[in-house]
């Protein structure tokens, strides 16, 4: 005797339900190019992150694929199933927004219910649909309150369930935490990765925000300019970043700017400094960059005969910042911006302002890149006050 098999629900072309993938897309609104050529492949049961400053096209591009907006060129399928032609009802995806806008009048339950009702889903049906719904997100005892009884994050947690109620084989969510405050904003990152990881639900999450993304992603595509300048997974775009465009808005960088050296070197105010290059290696003589990450510099007595050993740069120390588990020390290095140091807190060096130091790195954490793509309004490095500069 022979037992029945259960088959997997799949989609005509054989594809599994929640893969989304997007060629080629190009959407302009008048003169302007929101999204430009982009091609991405979301993986089934992926948390994948739109990563990129504000008007790089990541909103643009989540309206497409739930249909909000057309694409001028290319095509979107879902499960491998092209879903140019279908409105967003019948696309199997839901949409969570920042302002996830719960009708103020009606109750947890009735809010979360609103969807079956107005498709007049039976309402034995509706009852336990609502209950699961809830239950995702741990919020059924609330069911009956108004959702103005309820904290900021719980408001968020019942749109996501009003979202889930119809079990979307994707979901996109576009920067759903930005309105709550910190604590709670990194409370809701771990609940919402449990989430998913608990539903296998493909999740594709918009934000402008380099540690949301990086604490939550299985991947992270890194936009620009309505284009993807880098698509991998966490610890890759940290630790090997494509562009400077990148390894300025992943973490933070010190960059040295000058020319390329012939091999694996830019020549810079502190003399030729080695490194690996991430991306195209520039010809020699062409603007470049080396950056180094504040953690991957140690702190040394200043050299007093200037005679060096490694590579490095002299300095004076301008403040130290305590951020918890490390410290923070800005150096006057003599140029416009300080030079900034992260060490281990436990243990650190005992250092104030005005000791001089010297900053040293090991080659193999430098990365050097062309010279161009790191953002004018970029944050990661802080400006010297006038008087020291
Ligand atoms: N409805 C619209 N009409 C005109 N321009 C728009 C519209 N929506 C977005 N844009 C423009 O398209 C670009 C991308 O916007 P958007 O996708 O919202 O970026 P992001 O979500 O990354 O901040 C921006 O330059 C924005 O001004
Ligand atoms: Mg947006």
């Known amino acids: 005797m022979s037992s029945p098999v259960s088959v997997p629900a799949q989609s005509t072309t054989g594809a599994a339900p929640g893969g989304v993938e997007i060629s080629d897309v190009t959407k302009y609104y008048g003169d302007a190019t929101a999204v430009d050529r982009l091609s991405l492949s979301i993986r089934p049961g992926e948390f994948l992150s739109l990563l990129g400053p504000s008007g790089c096209g990541k909103t643009t591009t989540l309206r497409m694929i739930a249909g909000f907006e057309h694409p001028d060129a290319g095509d979107i399928r879902l499960s491998g199933r092209s879903v140019l032609g279908l409105p967003p009802h ?11 806008a719960l009708f103020p009048h009606m109750t947890v339950a009735e809010n979360v219910a609103y969807g079956l009702q107005q498709r007049r889903v039976p309402k034995a049906e509706q009852r336990a649909r609502v209950a699961e719904a809830l239950d995702m997100v741990q919020l059924r005892r609330f069911a009956d309150r108004k959702p103005t009884q309820l904290s900021g994050g719980q408001q968020q947690r019942i749109a996501l369930s009003r979202a889930l109620i119809n079990r979307p084989s994707v979901l996109l969510l576009d920067e759903p935490l930005a309105a709550l405050d910190r604590q709670l904003r990194e409370e809701m990152q771990l609940e919402l990765k449990l989430l998913q990881a608990r539903l296998g639900t493909t999740f594709v999450f918009v934000t402008h925000d380099q540690a949301e993304a990086l604490s939550m992603s299985d991947r992270i595509a890194v936009m620009r300019a309505g284009r993807i300048e880098q698509l991998a997974a966490p ?21 040295l700017h000058g020319t390329a050296l012939g091999g694996d070197a830019v020549d810079t105010f502190a003399g030729a400094v080695h490194g690996r ?24 007595p200043a050299t007093a005969s200037g005679v060096v050993d490694g590579p490095g740069v002299d300095g004076t120390v301008l403040g130290v910042s305590h951020l918890g588990e490390t410290l923070q020390v800005a150096v006057d290095v003599g140029r416009e911006q300080a030079f900034l140091v992260r060490i281990p807190a436990p243990g650190a060096p005992s250092v104030a302002a005005g000791d001089a130091v010297r900053c040293t790195w090991n ?3 430098v990365r050097l890149f062309a010279g161009d793509g790191i953002p004018e309004t970029s944050t990661h490095v802080i400006a ?4 020291a500069a």
Do not use: C, H
Request: no cysteine; proline share 8%; net charge negative.
């Open 235 to 255: 610890a890759d775009i940290y630790a090997e970043p494509a562009s400077a465009y990148v390894a300025a808005f992943i973490g933070q960088q010190n960059f």
């Open 384 to 387: 010297l006050p006038k008087e």
């Open 90 to 100: 019948k696309r199997e995806v839901n949409t969570v927004f920042q302002a996830y």
């Open 363 to 365: 080659p193999d954490d």
């Open 277 to 300: 290059w991430g991306g195209e290696q520039s010809r020699p003589g062409a603007t470049a960059v080396a950056a180094i990450r504040p953690e991957f510099v140690r702190l040394a």
